[in-house]
């Protein structure tokens, strides 16, 4: 049955993608029986290109998803080449590693508490340093520039292409390669940046790109922090999408290839940008300079990526504040009494989401970590790895625009009369959640000492034996982690379930993305926080249960 496996994966990630796309597409150019569109068009074009604002709605989102990537990556860059192999650089990785399984929404909430006028950060400094017994009357948050939903991506995409970047470094001599350019005189973030980074690079560059593909097409974080007066272009599509004149369709679908074109654009810029440094490091280290006094630089480095760190789990724990406050003041740094009444207040109204979300992320975690799980124990018996195009296809998902293809897959599900199921809703969760698993998986997956597995063979166990009593106990806390990663992306799934559920399955994000736009902290403190909750439990189980398990087996518990 192993066999199966690879086309099922294939069938899982591509299809509901092509399927998507030309449900999108063809709407475009006015094709979509069910609503009277029974010939190809340019109209729904053309009623975009009318609507006030849109290009610089695309442009905005343009820009973000290009100085989104390009600041985190420099973060990323810059602390591993001026902290690599160090105490710090141990100490750092593991602050912010945890931040990968806070859901997006989570951290734009925390992060909005953290910077608005009325925010932490203004408490903390008022009245005795700013002189403010008021809010400042600043646009911080929501502000025209988009620089607020700018910098809530980076704190949440730093996490990720840093754990990308630790998955690829072992693939790479860096140690080696950092020791031989100190020898030869050169700094060390420079040496590292000559010598390890361009191979480096080339391991993570599919990751760079999925992150623009998801900065420039974000919704979510755009609902919480993007610009207001126009609204980014994703955040306009899915309101033409949802709005009660059906025949918005058809300009929506045509807004959604405008999204999925101004994405590629911004990958062909990166590629264009990517031409461009390649000689110009070349030039630079051809000129001999050494750049030995970097010690300000590398400070800077780590304590970036320390503040990033410490702004979102500040974030959080303001969250956490806020639904459990009472009468709360500016500029009060803490508030006047702490109470439970938020929380009974919205408890009934929590059940539902929670169980839903709850149960979509179990069912579609426990699919993703199956069929991984079968790819990998395939590409055992092969010995073949698929290489760059399979490793292309895991990544497909993720570099598609989620509005280009969802809108489509939508229209196809209401045609057939499958949406706002559970089946259609899980499947697509399957689609974003089973990328994350594989990756996390398959690095230590591969890298499993397969001498164990010939020891069980040589005493005569079968296979299947060998692969439950053997192999599964030595990898189940990867196994658990991956499973916890695929948790925490389902739970933050916010547009595949708003489109595909047809708003008959509210979760946690979805509601939280909704209360957004009230004003009333306390509330979206308790359901922000609970969506950060429920990653960090499956990530805690992760770590336990293999302990629990294995508490007299201590070379098992080291794996």
Known sequence: MLRFAPPLALFVLAVPLACGLMGTVLPAFGFLPALGGYQLSTRPFADLFGQPGLWRSALQALMIGLLTTAISLAMVAGFVCAWYGTRAFRLIQHLVSPLLAVPHAAAAFGFAFMIAPSGYLARLFSPWATGWERPPDLLVVNDPAGFALIAGL?????????????????????????????????????????????PLYRQIRLAVFAVIAYASAN??????????????????????????????????????????????????????????????????????????????????????????????????GVLALWSISGLWQFPSALPDALTWRTWQRTGPALSGPLATTIIIAL????????????????????????????????????????????????????????????AALILVHVVFV??????????????????????????????????????????????????????????????????????????????????????????????????????????????????????????????
């Open 434 to 559: 089973l990328p994350y698993v594989f990756l996390s998986l398959s690095a230590p997956w591969r890298a499993y000492d397969r001498r164990y597995e010939a020891v069980a063979a040589a005493l005569g166990a079968p296979s299947r034996r060998i692969f439950w009593r053997v192999r599964m106990p030595m990898l189940l806390r990867a196994v658990l982690v991956a499973a916890a990663v695929g948790f925490a992306v389902s739970v933050g799934q916010y547009l595949p379930t708003l489109l595909v559920g047809a708003g008959r399955f509210p979760t946690i994000t979805t509601e939280a993305v909704a209360l957004g736009s009230g004003g009333d902290r306390r509330v979206i403190g308790v359901y922000a926080f609970l969506q950060m909750l429920l990653p960090f439990v499956g990530f805690a189980l992760a770590t336990l249960v293999p302990a629990l398990l294995f508490r007299n087996r201590r070379a098992i518990r080291g794996l």
């Open 363 to 422: 069912a579609a975690t426990a699919i993703s970590v199956a069929i991984a799980l079968a790819c990998l124990q395939r590409e055992n018996e092969t010995g073949r790895t698929g290489g760059n195009r399979a490793l292309a296809l895991v990544y497909l998902p993720l570099l598609v625009p989620q509005i280009g293809f969802l809108f489509g897959l939508q229209l196809l599900l209401i045609a057939g009369d499958a949406d706002a199921s559970w």
């Open 154 to 198: 980076v704190i949440k995409e730093v996490p990720f292409l840093l754990l990308v970047t630790l998955a690829a470094l072992p693939q790479v001599p860096a140690l080696r390669s950092l020791r031989l350019s100190q020898s030869l005189g050169y700094g060390r973030m420079m040496g590292f940046m000559f010598t390890a980074w361009p």
């Open 219 to 316: 919704v979510d974080v755009a609902f919480i922090l993007g610009p207001t007066t126009p609204q980014t272009l994703p955040v306009r599509l899915v309101g033409w999408m949802n709005d009660p004149e059906l025949s918005m369709r058809f300009m929506a679908c045509a807004g959604a290839c405008l999204q999925i074109a101004v994405t590629a654009v911004a990958l062909l810029i990166w590629v264009a940008l990517e031409r461009i440094a390649g000689p110009v490091a070349e030039g630079i280290c051809e000129t001999g300079r050494r750049f030995r006094r970097d010690g300000f630089a590398r400070l800077a480095a780590g304590g970036m990526m320390a503040a990033s760190a410490l702004l979102v789990f500040g974030g959080l």
